[in-house]
């Protein structure tokens, strides 16, 4: 069974600063094909996410003026899950929390972001690979 550690290998977390507009959140996230990401302040600090969700609840039914920052209008409280954490884990806690994406974290530290689709497609996969195996 993959950890979540298997799952993001590889890939860039993909951050956006407290002051960032939110116009210009939105299209980093259009550029890398993502439904979230995470808001750091002046020392690196993840701080925030802001998420598709966000962008629908908290600015386009407001009709917020997309020239403001991000910090106004992200998600504080974040929800974590260890580096260590599998898919099935990850999956049963954003089920219970209402959520689609966690932060992935590693000695205190976030290192990564998964979607549920990530998590989906990862279980799949092995079951799939499974499937193959038996009939083999």
Do not use: N, W, Y
Not at 101 to 127: A, M, P, T, W, Y
């Amino acid at each position: 069974m993959k950890t979540l550690r298997q799952i993001i290998s590889g890939r860039q977390l993909i951050t956006v600063h407290l002051s960032t507009s939110i116009l210009d959140a939105v299209r980093v996230m259009a550029r890398h094909r993502i439904g979230a990401v995470p808001v750091v302040d002046d020392s690196g600090q993840v701080v925030g996410i802001f998420t598709e969700r966000d962008l629908m609840v908290r600015v386009v039914a407001v009709e917020m003026d997309l020239k403001t920052p991000i910090s106004e209008v992200m998600t504080a409280k974040l929800i974590k899950a260890s580096i260590d954490d599998s898919p099935a884990q990850c999956l049963r806690k954003m089920k219970e929390k209402r959520i689609r994406h966690l932060l992935v974290v590693e000695k205190r530290k976030i290192v990564g972001i998964v979607s549920q689709r990530d998590l989906i497609e990862s279980e799949l996969k092995e079951k799939t690979r499974d499937l193959q195996a038996i009939d083999a």
